[in-house]
């Protein structure tokens, strides 16, 4: 199970970002995949996660309204689309997954299986 995030990189506050999650060695669909960042300095926190049985999403609430997860399933991609950012989104974000089929959101499982971040930077 191998997981890469990528999309990342320099936006002005306002600004939007798409970013993406590819598998390797495995069908996207088949789990839920979260969201997480983290900030210089700060734990990680869980961002969003689109859960695989019935494609539910979830959100933290620093970023309803502005963030959506989706799936591509033909691309095997999980997307996170970041809209009017803010200074405070800055951090490395990544994706996971517990690798458990057919798991909703939250899993029941830990998330075990995680790709290498891509930085995301706010800032006029």
């Known amino acids: 199970v191998q997981l890469q995030a990528s999309g990342g990189g320099l936006v002005q506050p306002g600004g939007s970002l798409r970013l993406s999650c590819a598998a390797s060695g495995f069908s996207l669909d088949y789990y839920a995949i979260g969201w997480f960042r983290q900030a210089p300095g700060k734990e990680r926190e869980g961002v969003s996660c689109?859960?695989?049985?019935?494609?539910?999403?979830y959100y933290t609430d620093s970023v309803k309204g502005r963030f959506t997860t989706s799936r591509d399933n033909a691309k095997n991609t999980v997307y996170l689309q970041m809209n009017s950012l803010k200074p405070e989104d800055t951090a490395v974000y990544y994706c996971?997954?517990?690798?458990?089929?057919?798991?909703?959101?939250?899993?029941?499982?830990?998330?075990?299986?995680w790709g290498k971040g891509t930085q995301v930077t706010v800032s006029s």
């Open positions: 689109i859960s695989s049985s019935d494609g539910s999403t």
């Open positions: 996971a997954t517990d690798g458990i089929p057919g798991s909703s959101c939250p899993p029941a499982s830990p998330w075990d299986y």
